[in-house]
C-alpha cells in the first residue's frame, strides 16, 4: 500500500457485574482518547465471557477493566482466564478503581498484568501504556 | 507471550475463510492500519467475496442509529441469519483519537457466535466511514456472514460514501429536529433505499413522517412510474418495535436488485469505486513525495499558480492503457 503505515493502541474499557459507577472509566476514556489512542466502551454490566468476546472482535491490545464495588478477585481471574483459552494473552490486561492492596497479589498472579488503585494520575497511565506499547513494536520489528 | 499484531497473511486468509473470528479481527485490524500484510491478504480472500447483503444505516447524530441496528441484528438471528456490523464513530481529527461507543447498545450480542461486532474509528477519512470500511466488509463477505451492516457516524449533509458501499440504505431519522431532516434532505434523501423514523413514540412523529412522506413523494415522481416504491416506516427500536417491518423490507430490496441484476451491477460499480479510491490515494502520496519542495515555493510566491503546479507534477506520469 502506498500510504503510510500507522498503529494507534487501541483499548477496550469495561465495567464488570453490577457495579455502575462510571465516573472513573469515562475519565480514563477521554484521557486515553486525548493521547491518540481509540478507546472501544462496552457499556455496564459485562460478564467477563462478553468482555472476552469483545476484546477478541475488536482485537485490542489493550483490556481495561474498572471496579469500584468489589468482586474483582473472582471476575477478574476469570477474565484472564477467558483470554488467556481464547489465545488472547497477548492482550494488556489492566485494573483499576477501589482494590484492597491485599488482593494485589491475587490478581497478579491471576493474570492481570498492571494495577491503578485510586488516585492515580492518568499522565501514569498513558505513559505506562505507551511505553508498552513501544516495547511491543520494538519486539515485532527485531 | 505472542507479539501483538503477530501473524502470517496466508494463515490469517486460510483462518478467517473457514470464521475463525480472531483470524478476521486481525485482518481488520491490519486494513485498518494499513500493514503492509494486507496485499497478500485481500488477494486470498477476495475470491471468495460477493455474496453478503451489505446494509448501510446511516442518519443524524442521536436519531438511534446504534439501538436500531441492534434491534435488527436480534431480529435477523431470529430468522436465522450470520450477521456481523461495522460500527463507524469519529476520530478527533486533533489527536487521532477516538470513543468508539456504539457496542454499548449492542452488548446482549456480544457472546454470541452468529454475530461479529467492530468498532472502528474514521482516521481523518471525511464522508462518513473509515478509509477501511470498504475492506472491512469484504472481510466479513469472505468469512460468510450473511448481512453487514455498515453504521456510519452522524451524519450531516453530505456524507453520503455509504450509499456507494451499501446495497441497501436505510435513513434512519427521528421526530423533533426539524431542520435537521432539511438538511440530510440534501445528499442522502435521494438516495435511501429504506426510511425509517425512529423514537416514533415521542412528539412530532406525525409532522416527521409527513415530511418524509412529501420527500418521498417527490423523488418517486422523478423516477418511473413501475419503480418499486421506497418505504417509509416507524420504529421504537429502544423497545424493539418495527423490526420485522424493516428486516421484511430489507429482504425485499435484496430481492428486488436481483431480479433486476441490480445486485451484481452495484458489486461492479462497488469495485470500480474503490479502485478509483485507491488510485487516487497512492497517486497522491507518490506526487506529494515527487514534488520538490521548489514547486510549493514557486507556488507560495506566486510564481505559478495552483493549477499549473498540479498540471506540472502530473505530466511526469507515464501515458500507457494497462490491462489486469
Do not use: F, L, S
Given at each position: 500500500m502506498a500510504t503510510s503505515y500507522q498503529r494507534p493502541l487501541r483499548v477496550l474499557l469495561a465495567k464488570l457485574g453490577?457495579?455502575?459507577?462510571?465516573v472513573g472509566v469515562t475519565i480514563i476514556g477521554h484521557a486515553l482518547r486525548e493521547a491518540g489512542m481509540e478507546v472501544i466502551f462496552t457499556g455496564l454490566k459485562q460478564t467477563p465471557e462478553m468482555v472476552c468476546s469483545a476484546a477478541i472482535q475488536e482485537d485490542v491490545d489493550v483490556v481495561g477493566i474498572s471496579t469500584l464495588s468489589a468482586g474483582h478477585t473472582r471476575s477478574l481471574p476469570k477474565l484472564a482466564r477467558l483470554l488467556r483459552e481464547a489465545g488472547a494473552e497477548d492482550k494488556l490486561l489492566v485494573a483499576g478503581g477501589v482494590i484492597p492492596e491485599e488482593d494485589k497479589p491475587v490478581l497478579e498472579a491471576a493474570g492481570v498484568d498492571r494495577i491503578f488503585t485510586m488516585g492515580s494520575d492518568t499522565r501514569d497511565i498513558v505513559a505506562y501504556l505507551n511505553a508498552w506499547w513501544k516495547e511491543q513494536q520494538s519486539e515485532e520489528a527485531a | 507471550m505472542a507479539a501483538r499484531s503477530s501473524g502470517e497473511p496466508n494463515d490469517i486468509a486460510r483462518r478467517l475463510l473457514d470464521g475463525e473470528i480472531a483470524a478476521g479481527a486481525r485482518a481488520i485490524r491490519w486494513l485498518d492500519d494499513r500493514d503492509p500484510r494486507c496485499a497478500t491478504l485481500l488477494s486470498a480472500i477476495y475470491a471468495h467475496t460477493g455474496k453478503a447483503q451489505i446494509v448501510g444505516v446511516t442518519g443524524p447524530p442521536g436519531a438511534g442509529k446504534s439501538t436500531l441496528t441492534d434491534m435488527l441484528v436480534s431480529e435477523w438471528r431470529g430468522r436465522g441469519k450470520r450477521v456481523a456490523v461495522i460500527a463507524v464513530d469519529p476520530s478527533s481529527p486533533f489527536t487521532g483519537g477516538a470513543i468508539l461507543g456504539d457496542r454499548v447498545r449492542m452488548a446482549r450480542h456480544s457472546v454470541d457466535p452468529g454475530v461479529f461486532i467492530r468498532s472502528l474509528g474514521t482516521r481523518g477519512q471525511a464522508g462518513g466511514l473509515s478509509r477501511s470500511t470498504h475492506d472491512a466488509a469484504l472481510v466479513f463477505d469472505a468469512m460468510g456472514y450473511d448481512i453487514v451492516v455498515v453504521e456510519t457516524v452522524g451524519?450531516?449533509?453530505?456524507?453520503?460514501d455509504v450509499v456507494n458501499l451499501a446495497h441497501t440504505t436505510i435513513i434512519v431519522a427521528v421526530p423533533g429536529l426539524g431542520d435537521e431532516i432539511q438538511a440530510v434532505k440534501a445528499g442522502i434523501m435521494e438516495a435511501g433505499d429504506i426510511f425509517v423514523v425512529n423514537k416514533a413514540d415521542r412528539d412530532g412523529y406525525d409532522a416527521t413522517h409527513r415530511q418524509m412522506e412529501l420527500i418521498l413523494h417527490l423523488r418517486a415522481s422523478a423516477l418511473p412510474p413501475d419503480a418499486p416504491a421506497v418505504p417509509l416506516l416507524r420504529a421504537v427500536a429502544a423497545k424493539g418495535e418495527g423490526a420485522a417491518e424493516i428486516v421484511d423490507a430489507i429482504a425485499t430490496h435484496r430481492v428486488q436488485l436481483g431480479e433486476a441484476g441490480e445486485f451484481a451491477r452495484q458489486n461492479s460499480r462497488r469495485a470500480r469505486e474503490q479502485v478509483l479510491a485507491l488510485v487516487r490515494d497512492g497517486l497522491l502520496s507518490r506526487m506529494i513525495g515527487m514534488a520538490a519542495d521548489t514547486v510549493f515555493e514557486a507556488v507560495d510566491t506566486r510564481q505559478i499558480d495552483p493549477h499549473a503546479a498540479a498540471a506540472r507534477l502530473l505530466d511526469t506520469l507515464a501515458v500507457r492503457k494497462v490491462a489486469a
Open positions: 453490577m457495579d455502575t459507577h462510571t | 451524519v450531516g449533509q453530505d456524507e453520503i
